[in-house]
């Protein structure tokens, strides 16, 4: 791809305030495994909060709404799955159907009013974690690296964002 092709490309991705997500709260306690989105937060496209264990982000939920809550499955104190259950009645999930617009999980009404929109992180795929992610009810289960156009690729059509998919 040429950079006019490139820049094109990029110039057509909208932007996470442009879809509604405006504060993104990671729980996990590596904060490294997410430049990107420390970037976007420097740059001022998105509120970043990061919470190191699950109790802090219970105090979090209690008191601050975001967006989008990206739960890592290994926290020091708790495990993610546990996390879930202590999160369900401070955050209000939004609707998710699997299949709208194309897209593989699209999170309609994410960022309207209170509705927030809960990812389940894991370092590796392990399909039970996926199906037992899915069947709680959140938006989705996400295996690393996470970027932000699979945050976009959440809330835009399909053919919107330009992000490819790498198998092992």
Not at 110 to 139: K, N
Request: aromatic share 6%; glycine share 8%.
């Amino acid at each position: 791809m040429t950079n006019l092709e490139n820049n094109d490309v990029l110039a057509s991705i909208p932007s996470l305030k442009m879809l509604g997500i405006n504060e993104i709260v990671i729980v996990d306690p590596t904060y490294d495994r997410y430049g990107d989105f420390v970037q976007a937060a420097r740059a001022g496209d998105v509120g970043l909060h990061f919470c190191c264990d699950g109790r802090s982000a219970v105090r979090m939920a209690r008191r601050f709404r975001a967006d989008v809550w990206l739960v890592s499955t290994e926290l020091p104190d708790m495990s993610g799955f546990d996390l879930l259950d202590m999160l369900s009645p401070h955050v209000v999930q939004g609707d998710v159907d699997p299949m709208l617009s194309g897209a593989r999980i699209s999170l309609g009404r994410i960022g309207e009013a209170t509705r927030s929109g809960i990812f389940l992180v894991a370092s590796e795929y392990r399909l039970e974690e996926e199906q037992r992610s899915l069947a709680s009810g959140i938006a989705g289960y996400l295996v690393r690296p996470i970027t932000l156009d699979v945050i976009r690729a959440t809330r835009a059509p399909a053919e919107a964002v330009p992000f490819s998919v790498q198998h092992q």
